[in-house]
Nanobody, 116 residues
Framework: QVQLVESGGGLVQAGGSLRLSCAAS????????IGWYRQAPGKQREWVAG???????NYADSVKGRLTISRDNAKNTVYVQIDNLKPEDTAVYYC??????????WGQGTQVTVSS
């Protein structure tokens, strides 16, 4: 099993930046990819960025250019830097790990609130 813990959320003014962290533990060698997702009030959870075990990165078109996903293998941690934050970025941000056994493990989420 894989356990994930997100951190780094908070209240920030529009135009500001945040770096969110996703710390993985457990069977981390089984992880194929980790993605960042977000869920705004009343909306479905959406994928925004992902990084594979090989280091390939992908971004949703809606956030491309403002998000940067990275990882620190020594710390088993994946980060997402969000720049030029907008009020519409307000959401609970989750990381999800896809493992070689199938299925997805989720963290508990971290709240990001952007004030205008």
């Amino acid at each position: 099993q894989v356990q994930l813990v997100e951190s780094g959320g908070g209240l920030v003014q529009a135009g500001g930046s945040l770096r969110l962290s996703c710390a993985a533990s457990g069977s981390t060698s089984s992880i194929n990819a980790i993605g960042w997702y977000r869920q705004a009030p009343g909306k479905q959870r959406e994928w925004v960025a992902g990084i594979s075990s090989g280091g390939s990165t992908n971004y949703a078109d809606s956030v491309k250019g403002r998000l940067t996903i990275s990882r620190d293998n020594a710390k088993n941690t994946v980060y997402v830097q969000i720049d030029n934050l907008k009020p519409e970025d307000t959401a609970v941000y989750y990381c999800g790990a896809d493992t070689k056994w199938g299925g997805r493990s989720w963290g508990q989420g971290t709240q990001v609130t952007v004030s205008s």
